[in-house]
Protein backbone atom coordinates (compact mmCIF):
# COMPACT_ATOMS: atom_id res chain seq x y z
CA UNK A 1 0.00 0.00 0.00
CA UNK A 2 1.00 3.69 -1.32
CA UNK A 3 1.97 5.23 1.86
CA UNK A 4 -0.41 8.43 2.58
CA UNK A 5 2.21 10.97 2.05
CA UNK A 6 3.46 9.03 -0.38
CA UNK A 7 0.38 9.03 -2.24
CA UNK A 8 -0.45 12.98 -2.11
CA UNK A 9 2.72 13.90 -3.98
CA UNK A 10 2.50 10.95 -6.63
CA UNK A 11 -1.09 12.51 -7.21
CA UNK A 12 0.46 16.19 -7.23
CA UNK A 13 3.10 15.05 -9.93
CA UNK A 14 0.33 13.24 -11.88
CA UNK A 15 -2.05 16.43 -12.21
CA UNK A 16 0.81 18.97 -12.81
CA UNK A 17 1.32 16.15 -15.37
CA UNK A 18 -1.83 16.10 -16.96
CA UNK A 19 -2.86 19.33 -16.79
CA UNK A 20 -1.56 20.58 -19.69
CA UNK A 21 -4.03 17.65 -21.18
CA UNK A 22 -6.59 19.22 -19.96
CA UNK A 23 -7.59 16.97 -17.70
CA UNK A 24 -8.43 16.99 -14.23
CA UNK A 25 -9.09 14.69 -11.59
CA UNK A 26 -13.00 14.55 -10.24
CA UNK A 27 -12.21 13.09 -6.79
CA UNK A 28 -10.83 16.42 -5.14
CA UNK A 29 -13.55 18.03 -6.46
CA UNK A 30 -16.85 16.55 -6.26
CA UNK A 31 -17.88 17.69 -2.77
CA UNK A 32 -17.59 21.19 -4.57
CA UNK A 33 -19.18 20.05 -7.69
CA UNK A 34 -22.63 17.80 -5.62
CA UNK A 35 -23.12 20.06 -2.92
CA UNK A 36 -25.47 18.65 -0.55
CA UNK A 37 -27.46 21.16 -0.36
CA UNK A 38 -27.07 24.94 -2.39
CA UNK A 39 -24.06 26.90 -1.37
CA UNK A 40 -24.39 29.93 -3.34
CA UNK A 41 -21.71 32.34 -3.76
CA UNK A 42 -23.95 35.12 -4.41
CA UNK A 43 -24.55 36.69 -0.55
CA UNK A 44 -27.53 38.59 1.08
CA UNK A 45 -27.47 42.27 0.24
CA UNK A 46 -29.53 45.30 -0.03
CA UNK A 47 -28.97 48.15 -2.33
CA UNK A 48 -30.72 51.29 -0.85
CA UNK A 49 -32.84 53.25 -3.58
CA UNK A 50 -31.82 56.85 -2.08
CA UNK A 51 -27.75 56.20 -2.81
CA UNK A 52 -28.75 54.41 -6.08
CA UNK A 53 -30.94 56.80 -7.43
CA UNK A 54 -27.93 59.71 -6.56
CA UNK A 55 -25.24 57.63 -8.66
CA UNK A 56 -27.81 57.55 -10.97
CA UNK A 57 -28.70 60.92 -11.78
CA UNK A 58 -25.21 61.86 -11.58
CA UNK A 59 -24.15 59.58 -14.27
CA UNK A 60 -27.62 61.40 -16.18
CA UNK A 61 -25.61 64.21 -16.09
CA UNK A 62 -22.94 62.86 -17.92
CA UNK A 63 -24.15 60.23 -20.49
CA UNK A 64 -27.59 60.28 -22.73
CA UNK A 65 -29.47 57.46 -22.73
CA UNK A 66 -29.16 56.83 -26.29
CA UNK A 67 -25.13 57.18 -26.21
CA UNK A 68 -25.31 54.44 -23.42
CA UNK A 69 -27.86 52.58 -25.10
CA UNK A 70 -29.29 51.61 -21.81
CA UNK A 71 -28.68 54.50 -19.15
CA UNK A 72 -27.94 51.64 -16.04
CA UNK A 73 -26.46 51.24 -12.91
CA UNK A 74 -25.99 47.25 -12.76
CA UNK A 75 -27.31 45.79 -9.14
CA UNK A 76 -24.06 43.30 -8.70
CA UNK A 77 -23.90 40.93 -6.00
CA UNK A 78 -20.70 41.54 -3.88
CA UNK A 79 -20.20 37.72 -3.87
CA UNK A 80 -20.40 37.69 -8.02
CA UNK A 81 -18.00 40.42 -8.68
CA UNK A 82 -17.48 40.81 -12.26
CA UNK A 83 -20.28 38.66 -13.15
CA UNK A 84 -22.74 41.53 -13.67
CA UNK A 85 -25.24 39.60 -11.81
CA UNK A 86 -27.57 39.86 -8.71
CA UNK A 87 -27.80 36.07 -8.07
CA UNK A 88 -26.07 33.65 -10.23
CA UNK A 89 -29.07 32.99 -12.63
CA UNK A 90 -30.21 36.65 -13.19
CA UNK A 91 -29.27 40.18 -13.43
CA UNK A 92 -30.64 43.52 -12.24
CA UNK A 93 -30.12 47.00 -13.20
CA UNK A 94 -31.18 50.40 -12.38
CA UNK A 95 -32.32 52.47 -15.70
CA UNK A 96 -32.55 56.10 -15.56
CA UNK A 97 -34.98 58.00 -18.63
CA UNK A 98 -35.20 61.82 -18.58
CA UNK A 99 -37.56 63.62 -20.42
CA UNK A 100 -36.79 64.03 -23.82
CA UNK A 101 -34.76 61.09 -24.25
CA UNK A 102 -34.98 57.92 -25.92
CA UNK A 103 -33.65 54.34 -25.39
CA UNK A 104 -32.84 53.32 -29.01
CA UNK A 105 -34.87 49.78 -30.67
CA UNK A 106 -33.19 46.43 -30.38
CA UNK A 107 -34.01 43.12 -29.73
CA UNK A 108 -32.03 39.98 -27.93
CA UNK A 109 -32.70 37.00 -26.48
CA UNK A 110 -32.71 37.22 -22.92
CA UNK A 111 -35.82 37.97 -21.75
CA UNK A 112 -36.23 41.34 -19.45
CA UNK A 113 -38.84 42.73 -17.13
CA UNK A 114 -38.81 46.36 -16.01
CA UNK A 115 -40.74 47.59 -12.80
CA UNK A 116 -40.98 50.94 -12.17
CA UNK A 117 -39.42 52.63 -9.24
CA UNK A 118 -39.94 56.46 -9.68
CA UNK A 119 -41.95 58.87 -12.81
CA UNK A 120 -45.03 58.66 -14.58
CA UNK A 121 -45.37 58.79 -18.44
CA UNK A 122 -42.61 57.23 -19.70
CA UNK A 123 -43.03 54.23 -21.91
CA UNK A 124 -41.77 51.14 -23.00
CA UNK A 125 -42.82 50.00 -26.83
CA UNK A 126 -42.83 46.35 -27.40
CA UNK A 127 -42.89 45.39 -31.12
CA UNK A 128 -44.15 49.56 -31.56
CA UNK A 129 -46.87 49.37 -28.77
CA UNK A 130 -46.29 51.77 -26.35
CA UNK A 131 -46.87 50.54 -22.54
CA UNK A 132 -47.40 54.28 -20.74
CA UNK A 133 -45.70 53.12 -17.26
CA UNK A 134 -46.67 54.41 -13.86
CA UNK A 135 -44.77 54.05 -10.58
CA UNK A 136 -44.83 50.08 -9.45
CA UNK A 137 -46.23 49.19 -13.01
CA UNK A 138 -44.43 45.89 -14.13
CA UNK A 139 -43.40 45.52 -18.14
CA UNK A 140 -42.45 42.62 -19.81
CA UNK A 141 -39.97 42.43 -23.00
CA UNK A 142 -39.75 38.82 -23.50
CA UNK A 143 -36.57 37.43 -25.58
CA UNK A 144 -36.94 38.48 -28.95
CA UNK A 145 -38.95 41.13 -29.04
CA UNK A 146 -38.48 44.69 -30.41
CA UNK A 147 -38.05 47.27 -27.65
CA UNK A 148 -37.08 50.56 -27.16
CA UNK A 149 -37.85 53.23 -24.42
CA UNK A 150 -38.95 57.02 -24.08
CA UNK A 151 -39.74 59.48 -21.76
CA UNK A 152 -42.12 62.20 -23.13
CA UNK A 153 -43.21 63.38 -19.47
CA UNK A 154 -41.50 66.26 -17.80
CA UNK A 155 -39.55 64.15 -14.80
CA UNK A 156 -37.01 61.94 -14.86
CA UNK A 157 -38.39 58.31 -14.80
CA UNK A 158 -36.13 55.16 -12.88
CA UNK A 159 -37.22 51.67 -12.85
CA UNK A 160 -35.52 48.20 -12.17
CA UNK A 161 -34.55 46.07 -15.30
CA UNK A 162 -34.71 41.95 -14.26
CA UNK A 163 -33.09 39.91 -16.90
CA UNK A 164 -31.96 36.49 -17.61
CA UNK A 165 -28.36 37.60 -18.71
CA UNK A 166 -26.35 35.02 -16.73
CA UNK A 167 -28.59 32.34 -17.67
CA UNK A 168 -28.42 32.79 -21.32
CA UNK A 169 -24.60 33.25 -20.99
CA UNK A 170 -24.67 30.09 -19.10
CA UNK A 171 -26.35 28.49 -22.52
CA UNK A 172 -24.53 30.57 -24.88
CA UNK A 173 -27.30 31.25 -26.71
CA UNK A 174 -27.27 35.14 -26.62
CA UNK A 175 -28.38 36.76 -29.76
CA UNK A 176 -28.93 40.96 -30.33
CA UNK A 177 -29.62 43.33 -32.65
CA UNK A 178 -29.93 46.66 -33.07
CA UNK A 179 -33.43 48.28 -34.99
CA UNK A 180 -32.20 49.91 -38.10
CA UNK A 181 -34.27 53.16 -36.96
CA UNK A 182 -34.30 54.62 -33.46
CA UNK A 183 -37.46 53.31 -32.79
CA UNK A 184 -39.95 50.81 -33.82
CA UNK A 185 -43.10 52.26 -36.14
CA UNK A 186 -45.82 52.06 -33.70
CA UNK A 187 -47.91 48.88 -34.43
CA UNK A 188 -51.29 49.52 -32.12
CA UNK A 189 -51.94 51.84 -29.75
CA UNK A 190 -51.11 52.13 -26.32
CA UNK A 191 -53.34 49.91 -24.23
CA UNK A 192 -53.94 47.69 -27.20
CA UNK A 193 -52.83 44.15 -25.98
CA UNK A 194 -54.09 44.72 -22.02
CA UNK A 195 -57.41 45.27 -23.76
CA UNK A 196 -57.05 42.45 -25.93
CA UNK A 197 -55.32 39.69 -23.72
CA UNK A 198 -55.47 41.20 -19.85
CA UNK A 199 -59.07 40.39 -19.07
CA UNK A 200 -59.26 36.95 -19.36
CA UNK A 201 -59.97 36.66 -22.81
CA UNK A 202 -58.46 36.75 -25.79
CA UNK A 203 -58.91 37.31 -29.22
CA UNK A 204 -59.68 34.41 -31.04
CA UNK A 205 -56.70 32.02 -31.83
CA UNK A 206 -55.49 33.10 -35.68
CA UNK A 207 -58.18 35.46 -36.35
CA UNK A 208 -57.42 39.57 -37.16
CA UNK A 209 -57.24 40.57 -34.42
CA UNK A 210 -54.68 38.10 -33.20
CA UNK A 211 -52.03 39.86 -32.88
CA UNK A 212 -49.44 39.30 -30.35
CA UNK A 213 -47.06 36.04 -30.02
CA UNK A 214 -49.30 33.67 -29.03
CA UNK A 215 -47.02 32.17 -25.93
CA UNK A 216 -46.55 35.50 -24.52
CA UNK A 217 -49.00 38.51 -25.63
CA UNK A 218 -49.66 40.47 -22.47
CA UNK A 219 -46.40 42.82 -21.47
CA UNK A 220 -48.59 45.11 -19.14
CA UNK A 221 -49.68 44.61 -15.43
CA UNK A 222 -50.72 48.20 -13.97
CA UNK A 223 -50.29 48.60 -10.22
CA UNK A 224 -53.79 50.11 -10.69
CA UNK A 225 -54.53 46.43 -11.22
CA UNK A 226 -52.52 44.45 -8.95
CA UNK A 227 -52.65 46.67 -6.11
CA UNK A 228 -56.29 46.50 -5.43
CA UNK A 229 -56.28 42.45 -6.16
CA UNK A 230 -53.90 42.48 -2.89
CA UNK A 231 -55.93 44.36 -0.67
CA UNK A 232 -59.09 41.97 -1.32
CA UNK A 233 -56.84 39.07 -0.70
CA UNK A 234 -55.77 40.72 2.13
CA UNK A 235 -59.83 41.88 3.57
CA UNK A 236 -60.76 38.10 2.89
CA UNK A 237 -57.79 34.95 2.67
CA UNK A 238 -56.35 33.38 5.92
CA UNK A 239 -52.96 34.60 5.69
CA UNK A 240 -50.03 32.37 5.06
CA UNK A 241 -47.67 31.75 7.55
CA UNK A 242 -44.39 31.84 5.66
CA UNK A 243 -45.46 34.49 2.48
CA UNK A 244 -48.42 36.68 3.47
CA UNK A 245 -50.83 37.81 0.96
CA UNK A 246 -48.74 36.82 -2.05
CA UNK A 247 -49.97 36.74 -5.75
CA UNK A 248 -47.46 36.12 -8.95
CA UNK A 249 -48.08 37.38 -11.89
CA UNK A 250 -49.28 35.02 -14.65
CA UNK A 251 -48.95 34.81 -18.49
CA UNK A 252 -52.55 34.29 -19.90
CA UNK A 253 -50.99 31.91 -22.36
CA UNK A 254 -50.66 28.89 -20.32
CA UNK A 255 -51.37 30.01 -16.45
CA UNK A 256 -47.33 30.14 -16.02
CA UNK A 257 -45.02 32.42 -14.73
CA UNK A 258 -44.66 35.74 -16.60
CA UNK A 259 -41.67 34.19 -18.62
CA UNK A 260 -39.88 31.20 -19.52
CA UNK A 261 -36.68 31.57 -17.35
CA UNK A 262 -38.44 34.56 -14.37
CA UNK A 263 -41.28 34.58 -12.09
CA UNK A 264 -42.68 37.19 -10.37
CA UNK A 265 -45.04 37.85 -7.27
CA UNK A 266 -46.35 40.98 -5.32
CA UNK A 267 -46.80 40.43 -1.15
CA UNK A 268 -48.97 42.46 1.34
CA UNK A 269 -47.59 41.54 5.04
CA UNK A 270 -49.96 43.77 7.36
CA UNK A 271 -48.63 45.82 10.38
CA UNK A 272 -47.32 43.66 12.94
CA UNK A 273 -46.90 40.44 11.51
CA UNK A 274 -43.74 38.35 11.11
CA UNK A 275 -43.81 35.81 8.74
CA UNK A 276 -41.91 32.32 9.76
CA UNK A 277 -38.84 31.25 8.66
CA UNK A 278 -38.43 29.62 4.60
CA UNK A 279 -36.06 29.25 2.18
CA UNK A 280 -36.08 27.92 -1.38
CA UNK A 281 -33.76 27.22 -4.68
CA UNK A 282 -34.66 30.54 -6.00
CA UNK A 283 -32.65 33.14 -4.80
CA UNK A 284 -34.71 36.25 -5.16
CA UNK A 285 -34.71 40.13 -5.68
CA UNK A 286 -37.53 42.02 -3.80
CA UNK A 287 -38.30 45.38 -4.05
CA UNK A 288 -40.07 47.30 -1.52
CA UNK A 289 -43.05 49.35 -2.47
CA UNK A 290 -44.75 50.77 0.26
CA UNK A 291 -43.88 50.22 4.04
CA UNK A 292 -41.13 49.65 6.26
CA UNK A 293 -40.17 46.37 7.96
CA UNK A 294 -37.31 44.05 8.23
CA UNK A 295 -35.55 41.00 6.54
CA UNK A 296 -34.00 38.24 9.11
CA UNK A 297 -31.71 36.53 6.64
CA UNK A 298 -30.15 33.34 8.70
CA UNK A 299 -30.85 35.95 11.54
CA UNK A 300 -28.76 38.76 10.07
CA UNK A 301 -31.35 41.69 10.42
CA UNK A 302 -31.71 44.26 7.32
CA UNK A 303 -33.78 46.97 7.21
CA UNK A 304 -36.38 47.33 4.52
CA UNK A 305 -37.40 51.23 3.27
CA UNK A 306 -39.84 52.04 0.21
CA UNK A 307 -37.92 51.12 -3.31
CA UNK A 308 -35.06 49.41 -1.68
CA UNK A 309 -33.58 46.18 -3.44
CA UNK A 310 -32.78 43.16 -1.38
CA UNK A 311 -31.42 40.34 -2.66
CA UNK A 312 -31.69 37.05 -0.77
CA UNK A 313 -29.44 33.71 -2.44
CA UNK A 314 -30.50 30.57 -2.77
CA UNK A 315 -31.59 28.18 0.20
CA UNK A 316 -30.81 30.77 2.90
CA UNK A 317 -33.55 30.50 5.56
CA UNK A 318 -35.66 34.30 5.32
CA UNK A 319 -38.39 35.49 7.52
CA UNK A 320 -40.01 39.16 6.72
CA UNK A 321 -41.72 41.73 9.25
CA UNK A 322 -43.63 44.37 8.88
CA UNK A 323 -43.53 47.35 10.60
CA UNK A 324 -46.29 49.31 8.94
CA UNK A 325 -48.64 47.36 5.60
CA UNK A 326 -45.56 45.96 3.90
CA UNK A 327 -45.60 45.54 0.62
CA UNK A 328 -43.05 43.66 -1.47
CA UNK A 329 -42.43 42.68 -5.38
CA UNK A 330 -40.12 39.96 -6.60
CA UNK A 331 -38.68 38.26 -8.77
CA UNK A 332 -36.53 34.80 -9.31
CA UNK A 333 -35.37 32.33 -11.46
CA UNK A 334 -38.00 29.92 -10.03
CA UNK A 335 -39.82 29.63 -13.06
CA UNK A 336 -37.16 27.98 -14.89
CA UNK A 337 -35.77 25.97 -12.18
CA UNK A 338 -39.31 24.44 -12.30
CA UNK A 339 -38.70 23.37 -15.70
CA UNK A 340 -35.85 21.65 -14.83
CA UNK A 341 -37.45 19.89 -11.73
CA UNK A 342 -34.79 21.67 -9.67
CA UNK A 343 -37.23 24.07 -7.24
CA UNK A 344 -37.28 22.95 -3.80
CA UNK A 345 -38.38 25.06 -0.86
CA UNK A 346 -38.69 24.24 3.09
CA UNK A 347 -40.72 26.24 5.50
CA UNK A 348 -40.37 25.56 8.89
C1 LIG B 1 -31.72 45.91 -22.13
O1 LIG B 1 -32.17 45.63 -23.35
C2 LIG B 1 -32.36 46.85 -21.36
O2 LIG B 1 -34.03 47.24 -22.99
C3 LIG B 1 -31.92 47.12 -20.09
O3 LIG B 1 -33.98 48.51 -21.29
C4 LIG B 1 -30.83 46.48 -19.57
C5 LIG B 1 -29.01 44.95 -19.85
C6 LIG B 1 -28.31 44.07 -20.63
C7 LIG B 1 -28.75 43.75 -21.90
C8 LIG B 1 -29.88 44.34 -22.40
C9 LIG B 1 -33.54 47.58 -21.93
C10 LIG B 1 -30.14 45.57 -20.35
C11 LIG B 1 -30.58 45.26 -21.63
Same mark, same amino acid.
Request: hydrophobic share 40%; no cysteine.
Given at each position: MTQPNDQRSQLEALYAEMAPANLTPLWESLAQLVPKRPQSPAVVHRWSYDQARDYLIRAGDLISAEQAERRVLILENPGLQGLSSIVPSLYAGLQLILPGEIAPAHRHTQCALRFVLEGEGAFTALDGEKAIMGPFDLVLTPGWQWHDHGNPSDRPMIWLDGLDIPTVRHFDAGFAESFPEKTHPETAPPGDTLARYGRNLRPVRGSAADRRPAHQPLFHYPYADWRPALDAMAGAATIDPHLGHALEFLNPADGGPVMPTIAAQVRL !??? #?? =? /? @?? @??? /?? $?? *?? &? +? *?? $?? #? @?? +? &?? #? @? =??? !??PRDVLVVPSWQELRLGAADDLVLFSYSDRAAQEKLNLYREECA
Open positions: !LPA #GF =E /T @RA @RRS /TD $GT *VF &V +V *VE $GK #G @RA +V &VE #G @R =EIA !LE
